[in-house]
């Protein structure tokens, strides 16, 4: 009787932590091993590392927590960044050119949020469609070479120290991470955004203008991964048409992983940044243990499969519970 | 009377509107560039387009049964790689008839890993899908080290490779008359059979099929199989029509298939589709590609299109279901 209970919570405890469970199995497997894992260095290293994907995430959750889905991210983010170097390569103020990158990650972001909210299609295949046609845009307007930028200011945006030590990318997560905690906690909106993921209808009937809040929904998003793309363009200095490639699937993994649902109003930035930054660690406990990178390709579909696997298979059993 | 006629009139140009595309297509394509309805440049079309079909045609059943299948990227590309290496130890008929066996198998094992998660909305089977085809892509990846196979360096005969890849009989490739063949068995399969007719079901209403007493878990494991086998078709094809095999090779039919599928009219909500109209859909977008190469456009302007055409025709079919 004691066992079926212990291991009801065990199991239970699991279901809502599966990301924090995969964290702490990686750092005590990294225990037995002697690699520079556990110090300081490393640590702000990896922080570093995830720091855009993270951001990318923060607007993507805001999406998802409406219960829609931003798969276009990738693109937007290979877009915001070559958009913003193309301006300054002809000579805009970086702050400038800056503002119109992520505005143009807002229009994206509107017009995600017009075929999803508005014309109610199913945001996971046009999303889909939506990154490839900007992979596409990105292509054109690069002509599918990475593209350097000429001014030495905009490299210095990402790549500088603050305090002589911390990474500048690392303090930017910190400043957007509470800007959107912030704003999913404790504004109007961003109850209301959980209040639709929720239940839709219950929503739009306690007065809740839901076409106009999922919609900006999605707009957050868009401009979030431009910005996200203007600062992996100027740590790389460059901007390119592949660095979204992988983006779109992998931050919508992370925040699932996480424990944001894709049933909508359940989750948090402090989850998506968790279950994102499962992957950095794995990625990073990869390295140390010099395993090439086919086998980080390998561990991460396991991780996908398992953790969104277990996701389902509680809410199955949840289900059928009731 | 007379509106009545008009709106059958609009209605049934609403529901062909792929037919009308097509034909739209040759005809400006024709008058452009006369270059476009030769024999030669025809010839050349029917035998670049291998091994997209295949792939359609299993994503149809998949996508009728209210699913989507992004694995066929890995399991495209392992399969490939799996023909092409076993070659020289069980000789041509038995590396393909392996190819396309592994291929089923692992169809199998998503609908397997999917049934038992329980995973039933579009979103969860989007990423568990994606997961497995990163652990594909690995698997390959680890097997060739990321080299690129030839079939041409095998000791052992390869002539139906070749003939597959290159043979006419006629004016018709090889491949093409076989892949009738499989296109006019799958067709009746759907048509035909209690199976075939229970996809359907089940794509149009999962908890009705499910209380109906049909075995939803049998037809969802059968959907995945089916993809899974198309792809090492498909694989097979692709082999023999480039003479090589990469890890990579997969990248990119999920998105086209998809594209095939919904521009053929095929609904992403499930239970509405054929065969043929996702026939119809390869013909639509593999003549456009053909068309837009000979009017010089680039193949960066040509993914902008695919993504528009994908974004758009989703569009289109929810509003048509409005």
Same mark, same amino acid.
């Given at each position: 009787?004691?066992?079926?209970?212990?291991?009801? #919570?065990?199991?239970?405890?699991?279901?809502?932590?599966?990301?924090?469970?995969?964290?702490?199995?990686?750092?005590?497997?990294?225990?037995?091993? +002697?690699?520079?894992?556990?110090?300081?260095?490393?640590?702000?290293?990896?922080?570093?590392?995830?720091?855009?994907?993270?951001?990318?995430? =923060?607007?993507?959750?805001?999406?998802?927590?409406?219960?829609?889905?931003?798969?276009?991210?990738?693109?937007?983010?290979?877009?915001?960044?070559?958009?913003?170097?193309?301006?300054?390569?002809?000579?805009?103020?970086?702050?400038?050119?800056?503002?119109?990158?992520?505005?143009?990650?807002?229009?994206?972001?509107?017009?995600?949020?017009?075929?999803?909210?508005?014309?109610?299609?199913?945001?996971?295949?046009?999303?889909?469609?939506?990154?490839?046609?900007? +992979?596409?845009?990105?292509?054109?307007?690069?002509?599918?070479?990475?593209?350097?930028?000429?001014?030495?200011?905009?490299?210095?945006?990402?790549?500088? +120290? =603050?305090?002589?030590?911390?990474?500048?990318?690392?303090?930017?997560?910190?400043?957007?991470?509470?800007?959107?905690?912030?704003?999913? #906690?404790?504004?109007?909106? &961003?109850?209301?955004?959980?209040?639709?993921?929720?239940?839709?209808?219950?929503?739009?009937?306690?007065?809740?203008?839901?076409?106009?809040?999922?919609?900006?929904?999605?707009?957050? !998003? &868009?401009?979030?991964?431009?910005?996200?793309?203007?600062?992996?363009? !100027?740590?790389?200095?460059?901007?390119?048409?592949?660095?979204?490639?992988?983006? &779109?699937?992998?931050?919508?993994?992370?925040?699932?992983?996480?424990?944001?649902?894709?049933?909508?109003?359940?989750?948090?930035? #402090?989850?998506?940044?968790?279950?994102?930054?499962?992957?950095?660690?794995?990625?990073?406990?990869?390295?140390?243990?010099?395993?090439?990178?086919?086998?980080?390709?390998?561990?991460? &579909?396991?991780?996908?499969?398992?953790?969104?696997?277990?996701?389902?298979?509680? #809410?199955?059993? +949840?289900?059928?519970?009731? | 009377?007379?509106?009545?006629?008009?709106?059958?009139?609009?209605?049934?140009?609403?529901?062909?509107?792929?037919?009308?595309? *097509?034909?739209?297509?040759?005809?400006?394509?024709? *008058?452009?560039?006369?270059?476009?309805?030769?024999?030669?440049?025809?010839?050349?079309?029917?035998?670049?387009?291998?091994?997209?079909?295949?792939?359609?045609?299993?994503?149809?059943?998949? $996508?009728?049964?209210?699913? *989507?299948?992004?694995?066929?990227?890995?399991?495209?590309?392992?399969?490939?790689?799996?023909?092409?290496?076993?070659?020289?130890? @069980?000789?041509?008929?038995?590396?393909?008839?392996?190819?396309?066996?592994?291929?089923?198998?692992?169809? %199998?094992?998503?609908?397997?890993?999917?049934?038992?998660?329980?995973?039933?909305?579009?979103?969860?089977?989007?990423?568990?899908?994606?997961?497995?085809?990163?652990?594909?892509?690995? $698997?390959?990846? @680890?097997?060739?080290?990321?080299?690129?196979?030839? $079939?041409?360096?095998?000791?052992?005969?390869?002539?139906?490779?070749?003939?597959?890849?290159?043979? /006419?009989?006629?004016?018709?490739?090889?491949?093409? $008359?076989?892949?009738?063949?499989?296109?006019?068995?799958?067709?009746?399969?759907?048509?035909?059979?209690?199976?075939?007719?229970?996809?359907?079901?089940?794509?149009?209403?999962?908890?009705?099929?499910?209380?109906?007493?049909?075995?939803?878990?049998?037809?969802?494991?059968?959907? %995945?199989?089916?993809?899974?086998?198309?792809?090492?078709?498909?694989?097979?094809?692709?082999?023999?029509?480039? /003479?090589?095999?990469?890890?990579?090779?997969?990248?990119?039919?999920?998105?086209?298939?998809?594209?095939?599928?919904?521009?053929?009219?095929?609904?992403?909500?499930?239970?509405?589709?054929?065969? *043929?109209?996702?026939?119809?859909?390869?013909?639509?977008?593999?003549?456009?590609?053909?068309?837009?190469?000979? @009017?010089?456009?680039?193949?960066?302007?040509?993914?902008?299109?695919?993504?528009?055409?994908?974004?758009?025709?989703?569009?289109?079919?929810?509003?048509?279901?409005?």
């Amino acid at each position: 009787m004691n066992i079926k209970i212990a291991s009801q #919570r065990v199991w239970g405890t699991i279901s809502k932590q599966g990301a924090v469970l995969a964290i702490l199995v990686l750092m005590i497997m990294m225990l037995f091993f +002697k690699t520079n894992f556990y110090t300081a260095y490393n640590w702000l290293d990896m922080l570093r590392s995830a720091a855009i994907l993270e951001i990318v995430a =923060f607007g993507v959750t805001v999406a998802v927590i409406c219960g829609g889905c931003d798969l276009s991210v990738g693109g937007t983010l290979s877009f915001g960044g070559i958009a913003a170097i193309l301006l300054i390569n002809i000579g805009f103020p970086i702050w400038l050119a800056i503002i119109i990158a992520v505005l143009g990650g807002a229009f994206v972001g509107f017009i995600n949020g017009f075929l999803v909210v508005h014309q109610k299609t199913e945001p996971f295949i046009i999303t889909l469609g939506m990154g490839m046609l900007l +992979k596409g845009v990105c292509q054109v307007l690069t002509d599918a070479h990475p593209l350097p930028s000429k001014v030495p200011a905009f490299m210095e945006i990402s790549n500088s +120290k =603050f305090f002589a030590s911390i990474p500048s990318l690392v303090v930017y997560m910190v400043i957007l991470f509470a800007a959107f905690h912030y704003l999913m #906690r404790y504004t109007s909106f &961003g109850r209301n955004c959980y209040a639709i993921g929720g239940n839709y209808e219950v929503a739009e009937y306690s007065g809740i203008k839901v076409i106009p809040t999922k919609w900006a929904a999605f707009i957050i !998003s &868009g401009a979030t991964a431009a910005l996200a793309g203007v600062l992996l363009a !100027s740590r790389m200095n460059t901007g390119s048409s592949v660095y979204g490639d992988n983006t &779109g699937m992998l931050v919508n993994c992370g925040v699932v992983i996480g424990g944001t649902s894709f049933a909508g109003g359940v989750g948090g930035i #402090r989850e998506s940044f968790i279950g994102l930054f499962v992957i950095q660690i794995l990625i990073n406990c990869m390295s140390m243990l010099g395993l090439d990178s086919y086998y980080q390709k390998l561990f991460e &579909g396991i991780l996908i499969v398992t953790i969104i696997g277990l996701d389902c298979f509680f #809410r199955m059993r +949840k289900r059928e519970s009731v | 009377m007379k509106r009545d006629i008009s709106a059958r009139f609009t209605r049934s140009l609403r529901n062909n509107l792929v037919l009308v595309g *097509i034909i739209a297509l040759i005809v400006v394509t024709a *008058i452009i560039e006369p270059k476009f309805i030769s024999s030669a440049n025809l010839t050349n079309v029917m035998r670049q387009l291998w091994p997209l079909p295949f792939i359609a045609l299993g994503m149809t059943f998949v $996508i009728i049964g209210g699913f *989507i299948d992004l694995s066929v990227v890995g399991m495209i590309s392992l399969s490939g790689v799996v023909a092409a290496s076993l070659i020289n130890p @069980l000789g041509q008929v038995g590396a393909i008839l392996s190819g396309i066996l592994l291929g089923g198998m692992m169809g %199998y094992l998503n609908g397997f890993v999917l049934t038992t998660v329980g995973a039933m909305i579009q979103a969860e089977v989007l990423f568990i899908t994606f997961g497995m085809s990163s652990i594909y892509t690995a $698997i390959a990846l @680890l097997l060739t080290n990321a080299e690129t196979l030839r $079939i041409a360096r095998s000791t052992k005969p390869y002539n139906i490779f070749t003939a597959l890849g290159s043979g /006419t009989v006629g004016m018709i490739p090889v491949v093409l $008359i076989v892949f009738l063949v499989i296109l006019v068995i799958m067709h009746l399969f759907y048509k035909k059979t209690l199976a075939g007719r229970s996809i359907s079901l089940m794509g149009g209403n999962k908890e009705a099929a499910f209380l109906t007493g049909y075995n939803v878990k049998r037809s969802m494991r059968l959907v %995945y199989t089916i993809s899974g086998i198309m792809s090492g078709m498909g694989a097979v094809s692709l082999v023999s029509r480039v /003479t090589t095999a990469t890890a990579t090779s997969g990248i990119g039919y999920e998105t086209n298939a998809i594209l095939c599928v919904v521009v053929g009219g095929t609904s992403l909500k499930g239970g509405k589709g054929s065969v *043929i109209r996702t026939m119809l859909g390869v013909l639509l977008v593999v003549l456009l590609g053909n068309c837009m190469n000979l @009017l010089g456009l680039s193949t960066f302007m040509q993914t902008v299109m695919r993504g528009a055409v994908l974004v758009i025709a989703i569009w289109l079919d929810n509003r048509r279901e409005l």
